[in-house]
């Protein structure tokens, strides 16, 4: 805008110094006799730079008319100063009008540069949030992958939840609360395995809330934006539970067709997470849940290895390894080391009648 400015200063200076210098050529003979008649032309120029076409051929009038009074007295002298005063109107406004005609070329062009850069700018910062938003996802899936290493190589019901519960809050990100639910199968009820709180509170719903009772019986994903305004869930029954959340996200761990347990993330503030979180949740749930029901396998393998299938006592192998390491354990620790010997009176009848196929 200063530029135009300028450009139009500069115009405008021009063509009044340019017409001067045209009009004092033209009327340096006349001009001791009337100098007025000279200063009519940098009248008309004046007016037609800062008043416009219209009022500039006020002026030109005025010129036209006060030439002709003076020519009256004097012979009509100056008569012919009025075609000149003509071309000196329309000479100016060719110039104005080219210089707007410019000037709106120019403009237009400003515009269209303008309208370019802030395209190219909305541009860029899309495709920088597109960017950052696949940097983010890459680095999300790069930890999945070191999920499924480390879940495949851990055969511990305990390391195995607590991992689960430690990926999801790393993973995900932005949660105050995480809550790992396993259900006991032969019950059908929920209990709370392991929490991590942010504020380090602990968690007192043991049997899960009206929202992981939601998760149980749907079989599916949850997720609250904002619990005051989700239909789905009463605020009656949402005030049984102390713990103050407003988004949450939760997903079954679900094995052959059963659910074995229930992870989910909450906040205190709403629309704190995003359905591709719910989806990255839904993902590790489901390598969790193979991970949890071969831990579960390897403990029955285990149980087997060690009991005895009738009775449930221990084998006579693992009755010897223990035996050894309580004897190294009282020699180290010079301690006596006792045997309790107890006979079950007719317990071979009841080995002849159901230990034997």
């Known amino acids: 805008m200063e530029s135009e400015n300028a450009g139009k200063i500069k115009i405008g200076i021009f063509s009044v110094v340019s017409f001067v210098v045209v009009s004092y050529l033209v009327f340096r003979s006349n001009l001791p006799k009337n100098p007025t008649i000279f200063l009519y032309n940098l009248v008309i120029i004046i007016s037609l730079q800062g008043l416009g076409f219209y009022?500039?051929?006020?002026?030109?009038?005025?010129?036209?008319?006060?030439?002709?009074?003076?020519?009256?007295?004097?012979?009509?002298?100056?008569?012919?100063?009025?075609?000149?005063?003509?071309?000196?109107?329309?000479?100016?406004?060719?110039?104005?009008?080219?210089?707007?005609?410019?000037?709106?070329?120019?403009?237009?062009?400003?515009?269209e540069v303008s309208e370019n850069t802030n395209l190219l700018a909305n541009e860029h910062g899309r495709h920088k949030r597109d960017a950052l938003s696949l940097a983010k996802k890459e680095e999300r899936y790069k930890l999945l992958k070191a999920v499924t290493s480390v879940l495949s190589s851990t055969l511990s019901i305990d390391k195995v939840?607590?991992?689960?519960?430690?990926?999801?809050?790393?993973?995900?990100?932005?949660?105050?609360?995480?809550?790992?639910?396993?259900?006991?199968?032969?019950?059908?009820?929920?209990?709370?395995?392991?929490?991590?709180?942010?504020?380090?509170?602990?968690?007192?719903?043991?049997?899960?809330?009206?929202?992981?009772?939601w998760v149980?019986?749907?079989?599916?994903?949850?997720?609250?934006?904002?619990?005051?305004?989700?239909?789905?869930?009463?605020?009656?029954?949402?005030?049984?539970?102390?713990?103050?959340?407003?988004?949450?996200?939760?997903?079954?761990?679900?094995?052959?067709?059963?659910?074995?347990?229930?992870?989910?993330?909450?906040?205190?503030?709403?629309?704190?997470?995003?359905?591709e979180d719910l989806r990255l949740l839904d993902i590790l749930c489901d390598l969790g849940a193979a991970s949890l029901q071969n831990a579960e396998y390897y403990k029955q393998t285990l149980e087997l290895a060690i009991r005895d299938g009738l009775t449930g006592l221990y084998l006579r192998r693992f009755f010897l390894e223990r035996l050894r390491e309580e004897i190294s354990r009282s020699l180290r620790s010079d301690l006596d080391c006792s045997f309790l010997m107890i006979d079950i009176d007719n317990f071979k009848s009841y080995n002849d009648n159901y230990g034997h196929v």
């Not at 100056?78 to 003509?86: A, C, E, R, T």
């Not at 406004?93 to 000037?103: A, E, G, L, S, V």
């Not at 997720?223 to 009656?236: A, T, Y």
């Open 161 to 213: 939840g607590i991992y689960i519960l430690n990926s999801a809050l790393n993973i995900i990100g932005k949660s105050e609360s995480a809550l790992l639910f396993l259900v006991d199968t032969k019950e059908q009820e929920m209990n709370l395995f392991v929490s991590r709180t942010g504020s380090g509170d602990k968690v007192k719903a043991k049997k899960g809330d009206v929202l992981d009772e």
């Open 55 to 111: 009022r500039g051929l006020f002026f030109l009038g005025g010129a036209i008319f006060l030439t002709i009074l003076i020519s009256l007295g004097v012979d009509f002298q100056y008569v012919w100063n009025v075609p000149v005063f003509f071309v000196i109107f329309l000479i100016v406004d060719d110039q104005i009008k080219k210089r707007n005609y410019y000037t709106r070329i120019i403009e237009t062009r400003i515009e």
């Open 216 to 275: 149980f019986k749907e079989r599916q994903c949850l997720l609250v934006e904002d619990i005051k305004k989700d239909f789905r869930f009463s605020e009656e029954r949402l005030k049984e539970y102390p713990r103050i959340f407003r988004s949450v996200i939760s997903c079954p761990l679900i094995e052959e067709k059963k659910i074995i347990g229930i992870v989910r993330l909450e906040h205190p503030r709403p629309y704190n997470y995003t359905s």
